[in-house]
Antibody, heavy 122, light 111 residues
Framework: QVQLVESGGGVVQSGRSLRLSCVAS????????MYWIRQAPGKGPEWVAV????????EYEDSVKGRFTVSRDNSRNTLYLQMNSLTVDDTAVYSC???????????????WGPGTQVTVSA | QSVLTQPPSVSGAPGQRVTISCTGS?????????VHWYQQVPRTAPKVLIY???NRPSGVPDRFSGSQSGTSASLAITGLQAEDEGVYFC???????????FGGGTRLTVL
């Protein structure tokens, strides 16, 4: 079954850390670039981090630069997001998503996980 | 504040047609980057409904269609069904931000 399943979320105090995992199954994981996308209550999705298929070229949304680190282990079909110095503004559902490029130079996400809730208390 | 603007909610009776708009700018939709649409039902993973303006993945009924012109795009749903309830959001690419951008999402209620 082709799917992504996240884990590692929880309730933490501001300033603490969490490590999220996303396990892929049913497809050739190492062939795809992957994103972490979060959705705060009442807001639209927001990309957080992206990593290429081979683990290179990680990029981060400005508000998480220097605090979050994306990585992957293609031998374990797993994507990670290490989140340090968490703040209340990081509270959201975090999903991993598989990236697909279009011939016109854009990209979209053809497979998402259901997400894992991260709640940061003050 | 999402880069792409969507109405917060729309509603319609079973069998009716509804549309959901998505408004961007010259650095995303207006620059020719394609719009993509997703459906999110509570407690499930978002699912791509329409990709690259008006393409449906296998399994998505032809009741769903998309269009795009200039800085705007829209998703149309005909023959509304109760199972269509959920949140719909649009997504594209922005060449100023140099990454993907999303709409804030529109909650569809089937009356």
């Amino acid at each position: 079954q082709v799917q992504l399943v996240e884990s590692g979320g929880g309730v933490v105090q501001s300033g603490r850390s969490l490590r999220l995992s996303c396990v892929a199954s049913g497809f050739f994981f190492r062939a795809y670039g992957m994103y972490w996308i979060r959705q705060a209550p009442g807001k639209g999705p927001e990309w957080v981090a992206v990593i290429w298929h081979d683990g290179s070229n990680p990029e981060y949304e400005d508000s998480v630069k220097g605090r979050f680190t994306v990585s992957r282990d293609n031998s374990r079909n797993t994507l990670y997001l290490q989140m340090n110095s968490l703040t209340v503004d990081d509270t959201a559902v975090y999903s991993c998503a598989r990236r697909v490029e279009t011939p016109m130079g854009g990209l979209y996400f053809d497979l998402w996980g259901p997400g894992t809730q991260v709640t940061v208390s003050a | 504040q999402s880069v792409l603007t969507q109405p917060p909610s729309v509603s319609g009776a079973p069998g009716q047609r509804v549309t959901i708009s998505c408004t961007g700018s010259n650095s995303n939709l207006g620059a020719g980057y394609e719009v993509h649409w997703y459906q999110q039902v509570p407690r499930t993973a978002p699912k791509v409904l329409i990709y690259s303006k008006n393409n449906r993945p296998s399994g998505v009924p032809d009741r769903f269609s998309g269009s795009q012109s200039g800085t705007s795009a829209s998703l149309a749903i005909t023959g509304l069904q109760a199972e269509d309830e959920g949140v719909y959001f649009c997504q594209s690419f922005d060449n100023t931000l140099n990454n993907v951008v999303f709409g804030g999402g529109t909650r569809l209620t089937v009356l």
